[in-house]
């Protein structure tokens, strides 16, 4: 094994990913199999609320929601007896309730607000705070959380004109308090030898009517939306040794978008 495949190399590495049934989640989870890694799934099935888990060889699998503190540390009982540590956590979960794509901040209920907030944000922070606490002892890991462009600028309105929906203000709150958290973890567990990165993509294909991909692709640099086989480069290049000098940075894999 030459230098790059051993700086890159995640064979036999614990990974655990939020989300993992999501657009990019979904992609994660199958290149990090083929990677031969050793995988902890987990995401939230709507219309199954009840606590979960399914248990393989190299796998585990949960159905489990982010916001719920005592979801979260069964997950945690279960990688302690099952894997006894994780090397990587991927937060990839977020959430888009009933009424997520009110774009007026005058307008959107409450009710929506919280729940993003709680998911997108006390979730990232309680994957955090529990599953990190799993790296301390080995003094090693790497932490990526999702955040957004929308946590770096502003959603821009002329990306919906003539649309009937936007970015909501409480996803923008949600993904900008990632970034802040992101940075205040990487610099007090940094001693301990945990980084955390936020990984920032923009755009991802999927499905878009023909008007959105037309005010997306007059407003990116790169003049096209991001396809989710992009984010495979920044997420190993994360997970590895390959950014061990990498912590407390807004990784941005968003065609240019907050370069304007």
């Known amino acids: 094994?030459?230098?790059?495949?051993?700086?890159?190399?995640?064979?036999?590495?614990?990974?655990?990913?939020?989300?993992?049934?999501?657009?990019l989640g979904e992609k994660i989870l199958k290149t990090f199999?083929?990677?031969?890694?050793?995988i902890i799934a987990?995401?939230?099935?709507?219309?199954?609320?009840?606590?979960?888990?399914?248990?393989?060889?190299?796998?585990?699998?949960?159905?489990?929601?982010?916001?719920?503190?005592?979801h979260v540390k069964l997950i945690t009982k279960k990688i302690q007896s099952h894997f006894k540590k994780v090397d990587?956590?991927?937060?990839?979960?977020?959430?888009?309730?009933?009424?997520f794509l009110s774009n007026k901040p005058e307008d959107l209920n409450e009710d929506i607000w919280k729940r993003i907030i709680d998911v997108n944000l006390t979730?990232?922070?309680?994957?955090?705070?529990?599953?990190?606490?799993?790296?301390?002892?080995?003094?090693k890991g790497s932490i990526i959380n999702f955040g957004s462009t929308y946590g770096v600028v502003s959603s821009n309105y002329n990306l919906y004109n003539k649309l009937k929906f936007g970015n909501p203000i409480a996803y923008t709150a949600s993904k900008g308090g990632i970034s802040s958290l992101t940075k205040y973890l990487a610099t007090h567990w940094a001693k301990k030898g945990i980084r955390v990165n936020c990984l920032i993509p923009h755009?991802?294909?999927n499905n878009h009517s023909a008007q959105?991909?037309?005010?997306?692709?007059?407003?990116?640099p790169l003049g096209r939306m991001m396809e989710k086989d992009e984010i495979i480069g920044p997420i190993i290049f994360l997970s590895s040794d390959a950014s061990s000098y990498c912590t407390g940075t807004d990784f941005l894999v968003e065609g240019g978008w907050t370069a304007w």
């Open 123 to 139: 979730g990232t922070f309680l994957s955090c705070k529990y599953f990190g606490k799993l790296m301390f002892k080995q003094k």
């Open 212 to 220: 959105f991909k037309k005010n997306f692709e007059k407003m990116s």
């Open 42 to 70: 987990v995401d939230y099935i709507k219309n199954n609320k009840e606590f979960n888990f399914i248990r393989k060889n190299r796998e585990l699998s949960f159905n489990a929601d982010m916001s719920n503190t005592a």
């Open 203 to 205: 755009g991802v294909a």
């Open 33 to 38: 199999r083929k990677l031969n890694a050793k």
């Open 1 to 23: 094994m030459n230098i790059y495949q051993k700086i890159f190399n995640l064979n036999n590495k614990i990974v655990l990913i939020t989300g993992s049934r999501g657009l």
């Open 88 to 99: 990587v956590i991927i937060n990839a979960h977020q959430i888009k309730p009933e009424g």
